[in-house]
């Protein structure tokens, strides 16, 4: 079992910056992979970015240069620096664990994002 929480999000400005924390707690060792989701009023929810057990990154194209993830492995967390937000950012997003066995995922409350023009 694993549990996560999000937090870090908030109402900002185009242009501005936000960090998104997610703490994970549990069997953090079963752990494959975790990654940030967003999903927007009307729209399906959609990968942002991701982090292997192993330290490898990627985001989505959408946000290539902007967003970065990354993790603190002595506190259990991953981040999203986000940067030069625009209002199409405007999300809940979500964090997610991958556990290999049975490739259950495992999900964050979710954490509002809103960017302002």
């Known amino acids: 079992q694993v549990q996560l929480v999000e937090s870090g999000g908030g109402l900002v400005q185009a242009g501005g910056s936000l960090r998104l924390s997610c703490a994970a707690s549990g069997s953090i060792f079963s752990i494959s992979a975790m990654g940030w989701y967003r999903q927007a009023p009307g729209k399906q929810r959609e990968l942002v970015a991701g982090?292997?057990?192993?330290?490898?990154?990627n985001v989505v194209p959408s946000v290539k240069g902007r967003f970065t993830i990354s993790r603190d492995n002595a506190k259990n967390t991953i981040y999203l620096q986000m940067n030069s937000l625009t209002p199409e950012d405007t999300a809940v997003y979500y964090c997610?664990?991958?556990?290999?066995?049975?490739?259950?995922?495992?999900w964050g409350q979710g954490t509002q994002v809103t960017v302002s023009s």
């Open positions: 982090i292997t057990s192993g330290g490898s990154t």
């Open positions: 997610n664990a991958l556990i290999a066995t049975g490739f259950r995922n495992y």
